[in-house]
């Protein structure tokens, strides 16, 4: 950062997912925690990843992300087993309405039938009463959205579910889900390298809606717009003017992207994971958020 650069206001640290649960906006992914190929089966190192998930609450991160499909199962059964009974704020959000019998073959399963199945499952698996976010995977074909939408909204009624959330949507399908229930959160890939989700996180920004982005890092994070090579620059500038990595710069990013964002970056050791929490106290300039959005 350059003397003329001009300082923007920090990243809100927090966010009131529904309206009602205050998260801290750098969160974790627990999809990692997983058995291998695939996110199939437990966890290999099972004690070593319910030492991760006790360091990032630790870490002051109190909303974990999971999914029926992760496993499937077993990554809902980790996070319990490490963290049950649970801290007061700490916020886990599932997913459901995915069949997954293999690594290789997953299948939408949105029916009224399959939901209710999920959500009692993930009950039993987080050993809790009532799910805090729980989200619809993905939209299924077979399936009249309106049907899944309302299937998740009776369980709601039922009080089985605190809030709703919707993953993999266009934002014609949001619209459509808001019409039938309040809508909590909006879980889509958007990074430094993949925006092709902007017009509906803006959206949810005016909505007061949490967008949850997925794949927020990837193998090849800024690949897209200018060349690889000269992306990779940029951010390693920037990283080292800040004493920071450019994953760090990234996440970073991201929290300045927009005030409703809540960051799920996975990882499988507790070293990545420090170096991921401490990009939530990075203040970018204006001029480097400028760089960073032209690419």
């Not at 030492?51 to 002051?60: I, Q, T, W």
């Not at 997913?95 to 299948?107: E, S, Y």
């Not at 009692?120 to 309106?146: A, F, T």
């Not at 990075?282 to 032209?294: P, V």
């Amino acid at each position: 950062m350059t003397n003329t650069d001009t300082q923007v206001p920090s990243a809100p640290q927090t966010f009131d997912l529904g309206g009602d649960l205050t998260v801290n906006r750098l969160g974790y992914g627990a999809m990692r925690l997983t058995g291998q190929p695939g996110n199939f089966g437990p966890y290999a190192d099972w004690e070593g990843g319910k030492k991760l998930l006790r360091r990032a609450v630790e870490l002051g991160i109190n909303f974990i992300d999971t999914a029926e499909a992760y496993g499937p199962g077993d990554n809902e059964e980790i996070i319990a087993a490490a963290l049950h009974p649970y801290p007061e704020n700490l916020v886990i959000a599932t997913k459901g309405g995915i069949h997954k019998p293999a690594p290789d073959d997953i299948q939408a399963d949105g029916s009224p039938e399959n939901l209710r199945r999920g959500v009692e499952g993930s009950l039993k698996r987080l050993k809790c009463d009532c799910i805090s976010l729980y989200q619809l995977h993905r939209p299924d074909p077979k399936v009249p959205y309106i049907e899944s939408v309302q299937a998740l909204a009776k369980l709601q009624q039922e009080g089985k579910i605190r809030h709703i959330g919707i993953s993999n949507i266009t934002l014609e399908q949001l619209k459509e889900a808001q019409k039938i229930t309040s809508i909590a959160s909006v879980q889509n890939r958007f990074s430094l390298a993949d925006r092709s989700h902007g017009t509906i996180l803006d959206y949810c920004t005016t909505q007061d809606i949490a967008f949850i982005p997925y794949g927020s890092l990837g193998a090849h994070p800024l690949k897209r717009g200018a060349p690889l090579a000269q992306a990779e620059g940029i951010l390693a500038q920037i990283a080292q003017a800040h004493d920071a990595n450019p994953t760090q710069i990234a996440l970073a990013w991201l929290l300045h992207r927009a005030p409703n964002l809540i960051l799920i970056p996975g990882t499988t050791t507790i070293a990545h994971l420090e170096d991921n929490v401490k990009a939530a106290s990075l203040q970018l300039s204006e001029s480097e958020l400028a760089q960073l959005s032209k690419q």
